[in-house]
């Protein structure tokens, strides 16, 4: 009976939309096509060739761009190559500097999103609206109006001073902290949504059933909590860090060169006259594949814990 | 008998609304205890307050002689089954039932042996990997009240467990947690909204009704002793008459019934003169010839409910009685439209003041 049912079913919906099926997808096919495959192909293909000067490529194939980043073979070219640490270390501190964005996003945005999603129905649309709202003004004005405030003469440390809480303006342009701060600013939101989603949907009655079995509020966020809002707080993560990692307005106006971020590399290659596209494209290459293979490793421990869990049935 | 909880003079308030006024109770230690009243009346207002999840806006709560209303929930020795299971979603079912013995710092190896053993006594020994998602409603009820078990409280809240079960599992589980409560000694506050399931599982029953505690007794003594019309009238079927009481002697009330016919009796939650009610079950009614009854009408409509008919009489007065005629007796079952006599037993036909 079932089966005749489900496949009279079938029948009616493809003979509906049969034909149409296809048609359908195209829009997402060609936004898909021309925003996201056609822009990284042409990426990998200006990764291999030859750089002009003044900007611009020879079409002739080459692997300069990667041997420069991964190969140093001294002034000339002519020495035996060595491992190129610069190109390496600016990855790293890269990595590093998105994930303390990354830290701080997720210290301030998972309670500010725990709190939104515990008002009740009119405050909670409110303060939703409030987060999103200086993401309506552009992000290098809202760069440049953080770097007004927290610079040494800036309102920060006027105020503190006056208050008498410091007697020296405390020094946080062009550090990593200033990156770090811009970079929580930028992406905060990205943080909050995907946790207040979650937080949305979590039953609080587990945290009652936690309590009445004697954990105490500590035990009850990390034992029931945090787990069950995981998919909310790995997304809010995720969002954060990759374009953390290739930002470039932050660490250029709040940052020194101390600070230099792959962003602000791959930026250089293609300004101005000093540019070398090829390289540009390859950093990017790089940091596409990085970013590929973490989110992978990701997906790949997801699935294989749910295989786990699904094996025990 | 020791007394397990204590309740004394309790209220709570949400704003205006008044939960529980004035709730005064005590409960034995090893009783299955049940609240029951319909829905909105603050059962899991009261429930909630024993577990810490509330702070009473007045009164004391007292678990074995101590006063608790100052500890938070993870200190009270109380264990709840919650009405949606509260289940938690990203532990296995061994887990879960575990969550509580971890959370009390036992060595590893008990807590293994205990969860097994409990998971034995629910039946799901071979579900203990399981998440509760792949659980049916039934089973993850039980794993439910298998963690709440599982520390061993002194005392066990159930809000309303079974009302999410198919009516067959319901009956069954019944059965199963009487066994449970019975086995282990434990103290159990059952809430239910169904006087069914409180008639036939519990040691005692309160009654409630708007935050206000009606009455407090056996199932036995709230069926068939009740305090006032709303208990009468909540639990089972029952017939208000309205009444002149003329007078009171010796626990003994004469009234007047609506046809003019009076009756003495002595049934009563206490009684006054002026108006009163009597409460007659529908199966203490019986039908006879009209000559030397004590009330009158026309049968106005049968219901067949397979062991017994239901019969609806319409009084001259204009009110109705409701009578049930065992199916054995077929001679007794009347014909629709015909004018009957109706004979109440007068032992069973309790008088209320309200
Ligand atoms: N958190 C709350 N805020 C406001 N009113 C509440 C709250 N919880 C319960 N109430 C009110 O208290 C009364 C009793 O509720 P409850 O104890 O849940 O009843 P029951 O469990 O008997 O159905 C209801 O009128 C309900 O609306
Ligand atoms: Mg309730």
């Not at chain 1, 001294?74 to 303390?100: C, K, M």
């Not at chain 2, 938690?88 to 710092?105: I, M």
């Not at chain 2, 409910?305 to 079952?333: C, E, F, P, Y």
Request: glycine share 8%; with cysteine; hydrophobic share 45%.
């Amino acid at each position: 009976m079932a089966q005749i049912g489900s496949s009279a079913r079938s029948s009616v919906k493809g003979g509906t939309f049969a034909g149409l099926g296809p048609l359908l997808m195209l829009p997402s096919w060609v936004v898909i096509g021309f925003f996201l495959v056609l822009p990284v192909i042409l990426m990998l293909v200006y990764s291999f060739l030859t750089k002009e000067f003044r900007g611009g490529v020879i079409w002739e194939f080459s692997v300069n761009a990667y041997d420069q980043f991964f190969f140093n073979r001294g002034l000339f070219g002519d020495e035996a190559p060595t491992i190129e640490w610069t190109y390496i270390n600016i990855f790293w501190r890269s990595i590093w500097q998105a994930g303390l964005a990354t830290v701080l996003c997720l210290f301030i945005g998972f309670p500010t999103a725990w709190f939104i999603a515990t008002r009740s129905g009119h405050s909670k649309s409110m303060w939703l609206f409030l987060i999103t709202i200086p993401y309506w003004v552009n992000l290098l004005i809202r760069t440049i109006s953080l770097k007004f405030l927290i610079r040494d003469t800036g309102p920060m440390n006027t105020w503190l001073m006056s208050w008498g809480i410091i007697d020296q303006p405390i020094h946080i342009i062009n550090s990593n902290l200033a990156v770090q701060l811009g970079l929580f600013y930028s992406y905060l939101p990205f943080m909050v949504l995907p946790i207040y989603a979650s937080v949305e949907r979590y039953d609080f009655s587990l945290s009652e059933a936690a309590a009445d079995l004697y954990s105490t509020r500590m035990e009850t966020l990390r034992q029931i909590i945090i787990p069950v809002v995981k998919p909310g707080i790995i997304a809010g993560c995720i969002l954060v860090f990759v374009p953390s990692l290739g930002a470039f307005l932050a660490p250029d106006l709040l940052g020194g060169s101390k600070t230099f971020m792959i962003g602000s590399l791959i930026e250089e290659q293609f300004k101005g006259n000093a540019g070398n596209w090829p390289f540009g494209a390859a950093v990017s290459m790089i940091l596409l594949s990085l970013v590929l293979i973490a989110l992978m490793f990701y997906a790949r421990s997801q699935s294989s814990a749910r295989k786990a869990t699904r094996a025990a049935d | 008998m020791n007394t397990a909880v204590e309740i004394e003079n309790v209220t709570k308030r949400y704003g205006d609304v008044v939960a529980l006024s004035s709730v005064s109770l005590a409960i034995e230690d090893n009783e299955f205890f049940t609240l029951l009243g319909p829905s909105g009346c603050g059962k899991t207002t009261l429930l909630r307050s024993i577990a810490g999840f509330e702070q009473l806006s007045q009164g004391d709560i007292k678990l074995f002689g101590d006063s608790i209303v100052d500890l938070p929930p993870n200190k009270r020795p109380v264990n709840t089954v919650f009405q949606h299971y509260a289940l938690f979603p990203h532990l296995t079912v061994a887990d879960n039932v575990g969550f509580g013995l971890q959370r009390q710092r036992l060595p590893s190896h008990e807590i293994a042996s205990r969860v097994a053993d409990i998971l034995e006594m629910v039946q799901l020994g071979s579900y203990a990997d399981r998440l509760p998602s792949m659980l049916s409603g039934g089973q993850q009820q039980r794993v439910a009240l298998a963690r709440a078990l599982a520390p061993r409280p002194r005392l066990l809240l159930l809000d309303e467990p079974l009302s999410a079960l198919d009516l067959k599992l319901r009956q069954d589980v019944r059965v199963e947690l009487q066994q449970i409560q019975h086995d282990t000694g434990i103290t159990f506050i059952f809430v239910t909204h169904d006087q069914e399931e409180a008639l036939t599982m519990s040691d005692r029953i309160a009654v409630m009704s708007e935050g206000v505690l009606q009455q407090v007794g056996t199932p036995r003594q709230i069926y068939e002793a009740p305090d006032n019309r709303f208990v009468a009238d909540f639990i089972g079927d029952t017939n208000l008459i309205d009444v002149q009481v003329t007078q009171v002697l010796d626990q003994c009330a004469t009234c007047v019934l609506p046809g003019g016919a009076s009756i003495a009796c002595n049934n009563m939650a206490g009684a006054s003169v002026g108006a009163g009610h009597l409460s007659v079950r529908p199966e203490r009614v019986t039908l006879g010839p009209v000559d030397g009854s004590a009330l009158q009408g026309e049968v106005s409509r049968l219901t067949y409910l397979g062991t017994d008919i239901h019969v609806t009489v319409a009084l001259s007065d204009g009110g109705k009685m409701d009578v049930r005629v065992q199916n054995s007796d077929s001679a007794a079952i009347p014909q629709p439209g015909s004018t009957i006599g109706l004979y109440l037993d007068i032992a069973a036909a309790r008088l209320l003041v309200d």
